[in-house]
């Protein structure tokens, strides 16, 4: 009968608090007003209860054995299917941490910290070679093309037309290997002084003096001029002036 007893607000009688208990009667009965309050909010929130497990009933979810809702498609990790992706151990045992302490994957470098030693070689192999631990191994600078010979020396010869500094172009040519295109250090030379200023031309003349004997030879600087004189049509169309200059 409790249960049947409507959410109505509590009646002035009810929320006036006075020393004496407060009596209602019912069917004949007369019930405190506590034991009525007290049966409204068990009713209402028994009539909750069945609402929501209503809503709830259409959504697939299943309630596990210590009442926690399970979605669907959720596996079970009891059930066999949750066994096959379960990466702890079958028998119990280990604590689930990686094998070997993380080194022993496929193409792992080892555990972090680990210094290798110095393989020693063996003398008793075949294919030990004594001559091999006497060797001196050189770098090899391969020899400049000529397209990466004007790409190469033409930033450091427009760095020279602002410090002069002739030792400076002395040392970076000497780190280079010029090979052949030795001769053309003088034409690109000259050919960017002829787009310049005067004073780049003066400037290309000393260069062209101190690199004379140490990077590039006489003759070298003879090959050079003799191209610049045939190519002379050609810095014509850049430099107008270049005949007289």
């Not at 009596?23 to 409204?40: L, R």
């Not at 498609?73 to 990686?98: I, M």
């Not at 393989?119 to 008793?124: A, G, H, Y």
């Not at 690109?188 to 260069?207: I, P, Q, W, Y």
Request: hydrophobic content about 30%.
């Amino acid at each position: 009968e409790l249960e049947n007893l409507n959410d109505a607000p509590f009646s002035g009688d009810e929320e006036n608090g006075g020393s004496e208990e407060q009596k209602t009667e019912i069917d004949g009965n007369w019930i405190p007003a506590t034991s009525i309050t007290e049966a409204k909010i068990n009713a209402k929130a028994k009539r909750r209860l069945r609402k929501n497990s209503f809503r709830d009933s259409g959504r697939g979810d299943s309630v596990s054995d210590n009442g926690e809702a399970l979605k669907t498609g959720v596996v079970v990790p009891t059930s066999p299917k949750g066994k096959l992706l379960d990466r702890r151990s079958r028998s119990g045992k280990g604590r689930g941490l990686p094998k070997k302490g993380g080194a022993g994957g496929k193409g792992v470098w080892g555990t972090p910290g680990q210094v290798y030693d110095v393989e020693e070689v063996d003398i008793k192999d075949p294919n030990y070679d004594d001559d091999q631990e006497n060797c001196v191994y050189e770098t090899v600078v391969l020899p400049l093309d000529e397209r990466a010979f004007e790409k190469t020396l033409t930033p450091i010869i427009q760095e020279y037309f602002e410090h002069g500094d002739t030792n400076e172009v002395s040392e970076m040519l000497k780190d280079l290997n010029l090979g052949e295109m030795k001769y053309s250090v003088p034409v690109l030379a000259v050919s960017l002084a002829l787009e310049g200023k005067a004073s780049h031309r003066e400037m290309t003349s000393k260069l062209i003096s101190d690199l004379c004997g140490t990077v590039v030879s006489k003759s070298d600087v003879e090959k050079s001029f003799d191209r610049l004189l045939k190519e002379l049509p050609e810095l014509v169309l850049d430099s107008p002036r270049a005949p007289k200059v």
